[in-house]
Antibody, heavy 116, light 110 residues
Framework: QVQLAQSGAEVKKPGASVKVSCKAS????????MHWVRQAPGQSLEWMGW????????KYSQKFKGRVTIIRDTSATTVYMELSSLKYEDTAVYYC??????????WGQGTLVTVS | QSALTQPRSVSGSPGQSVTISCTGT?????????VAWYQQHPGKAPKLMIS???KRPSGVPDRFSGSKSGNTASLTISGLQAEDEADYYC??????????FGGGTKLTVL
């Protein structure tokens, strides 16, 4: 079935980097764009950026530019999000989300990243 | 860009209707018909309830409806049920290939 499966929870020290993976299955990977959205504890959703599954084009939120890197591996139908120079306030659940025609329609299960 | 503005909380009794607003600007909500609404239960990933302002994906009850006027989008839930108690988020395309979310609204079914 159509799904996004994310990697497991991570605990990192301040200043470190974290890399979260998102494996897509059940649909044509290169026909969609993959976004990353995060949610700090008790807070709202925050859009971080995206990678086009076909041509690899990228767009990052100004807030995370310089700290976030999103890459795709078409052979593995997997997208990765790396966040560097982690701060305590980066503690959040990170979601990958498929986008088709301006709609974020399919969400991964989320990956908890704890900076402590 | 700034987050879209939603009421922090709304409530209603079973069977009643509630409406959640989502106010943006002429650069996001007002500019595009790409507003979506998501339902999120505690500890779960968001679930798409409304797309393109007012379209209901397959499997979403017709009790859920969406609309937009100017820079404000709205989600209406009629015939409230206990399982509708959740957090609701709006999301809009904001131009230049960016997206923005609302601050979220906690719906309590009394």
């Amino acid at each position: 079935q159509v799904q996004l499966a994310q990697s497991g929870a991570e605990v990192k020290k301040p200043g470190a980097s974290v890399k979260v993976s998102c494996k897509a299955s059940g649909y044509t990977f290169t026909s969609y764009t993959m976004h990353w959205v995060r949610q700090a504890p008790g807070q709202s959703l925050e859009w971080m950026g995206w990678v086009n599954g076909g041509n690899g084009n990228l767009k990052y939120s100004q807030k995370f530019k310089g700290r976030v890197t999103i890459i795709r591996d078409t052979s593995a139908t997997t997208v990765y999000m790396e966040l560097s120079s982690l701060k305590y306030e980066d503690t959040a659940v990170y979601y990958c989300v498929r986008e088709g025609h301006w709609l974020l329609d399919l969400w991964g299960q989320g990956t908890l990243v704890t900076v402590s | 860009q700034s987050a879209l503005t939603q009421p922090r909380s709304v409530s209603g009794s079973p069977g009643q209707s509630v409406t959640i607003s989502c106010t943006g600007t002429s650069s996001d909500v007002g500019a595009y018909n790409y507003v979506a609404w998501y339902q999120q239960h505690p500890g779960k990933a968001p679930k798409l309830m409304i797309s393109d302002v007012s379209k209901r994906p397959s499997g979403v009850p017709d009790r859920f409806s969406g609309s937009k006027s100017g820079n404000t989008a709205s989600l209406t839930i009629s015939g409230l049920q206990a399982e509708d108690e959740a957090d609701y988020y709006c999301c809009s395309y904001a131009g230049d290939y960016t997206w923005v979310f609302g601050g979220g609204t906690k719906l309590t079914v009394l």
